[in-house]
Structures are given as structure tokens and as C-alpha cells.
């Protein structure tokens, strides 16, 4: 039943103009459907949000383009109907707003940080917090990582680069939520202010 639903889901959402859905060759797990109004100008984020705040769905995961949504066992034909029918709802507004289709961005982790201290050494250290833009060139010392994909950018005794600091800011800037910001602060290693 589950999977005759997923099926309907991913069927009826490919209909409505303005909305992608992941085919079904490219999922590996049928119960998952993949979607993004991304052509309307909504990120996956965004469409979450909206999602939630306006029809009370709650979402597995999104990220910059897509939404998932999991249809599960416990799922019937009114609850995806639900969901069929607010993204329907999402695509009509977003046509009437008339915003152009998202860019494509390259959005890929930037390369791996110079590791200072081991990460029992870096815990064990004294730290503070400090704007995100003054940390470039600080040792972290704590876990900082977008979710999802929920890999960590930073972990404890790396150096915080020019790319980690730049990427963050477009995190943030798209709403992206990441663990171990304290608002647009990070911890970083005290008695090692640069290396």
C-alpha cells in the first residue's frame, strides 16, 4: 500500500507544471519522493518552510533544490492527498509571483581543512566564540555541519579556511541550517589564534 501511494505521489506531482520529480530509476528507495519547485524559484528549503508553516506537513528533509518526502506504512490516500494538493497549492502561487528558476549552483563541500590539533586535544582545550568571518585562520573547536547532508564542514582541531567561511555564508544565506553555529558565531580554539 505504501508503495502504490508513493507511486500515486511521485505520478501526480509530475503532472503539475513547474514541479521536478525525481524518476523512479534514480531512487533507491521507492517510499522516498523527491521533488523541487525549483523552476518556480522556491528553494528546497524554502518549500519546507512553506510546507509547514502553511499546511502543516512536515517533510522528511530538504535541501538548496530538492524536498523529500517519505510515505510510509502509516500513510493513507487522504494524508499524500493532502500532500498533493499544498504542493499544488505552492506551485499555483509561485507561478502567480512569476520568480525566475533558481540558478545552478556547483554546491559541493570545500576541500578538506588543515587538521592543527588532533580533535582530543582540540576538545580539551579552552575555546570562545567569535563572528564567523573572524575565524579564518583559527582552529575549530567544535563540529560545524549543514544538515542536511549532515557531513561536517569543520570538526574539532581543524582550521577554519577562506572556503569553509565562504560556504557558510551561503548556507546561511539560503536559510541552510547548520549544527554548531551559535547564531553567525563559532567556536574556535582560544590560546591558538592563528596558525
Not at 522556491?42 to 506537513?57: A, K, M, V
Not at 517519505?70 to 490516500?77: A, Q, R, S
Not at 505552492?90 to 507561478?95: I, N
Not at 557558510?168 to 591558538?192: A, E, F, H, M, Y
Request: aromatic residues 6%; proline residues 8%.
Amino acid at each position: 500500500n505504501a508503495l502504490e501511494l508513493a507511486r500515486s505521489v511521485s505520478a501526480r506531482l509530475e503532472s503539475v507544471p513547474g514541479v521536478l520529480v525525481l524518476p523512479d530509476h534514480l531512487r533507491h528507495d521507492p517510499t522516498k519522493v523527491v521533488f523541487s519547485l525549483r523552476e518556480l524559484g522556491l528553494t528546497g528549503i524554502q518549500l519546507e518552510g512553506l510546507l509547514r508553516r502553511d499546511y502543516n506537513i512536515q517533510v522528511e528533509l530538504s535541501d538548496y533544490y530538492n524536498v523529500i518526502a517519505l510515505i510510509t506504512l502509516g500513510d493513507t490516500e487522504e494524508r499524500v492527498n493532502r500532500l498533493c494538493s499544498a504542493v499544488e497549492d505552492l506551485a499555483r502561487r509561485a507561478r502567480h509571483l512569476g520568480a525566475p528558476p533558481l540558478p545552478v549552483h556547483q554546491v559541493s563541500y570545500p576541500p578538506l581543512p588543515k587538521q592543527a590539533l588532533g580533535m582530543r586535544d582540540a576538545v580539551r582545550r579552552q575555546w570562545e566564540a567569535v563572528p564567523l568571518k573572524a575565524a579564518q585562520g583559527r582552529v575549530s573547536a567544535a563540529f560545524v555541519t549543514p544538515y542536511p547532508p549532515g557531513v561536517p564542514l569543520l570538526v574539532p582541531g581543524e582550521v577554519v579556511s577562506r572556503e569553509v567561511v565562504e560556504y557558510l555564508q551561503w548556507c546561511l544565506g539560503l536559510g541552510w541550517p547548520i549544527r554548531g553555529l551559535d547564531g553567525l558565531t563559532v567556536s574556535v580554539i582560544k590560546d591558538n589564534a592563528v596558525c
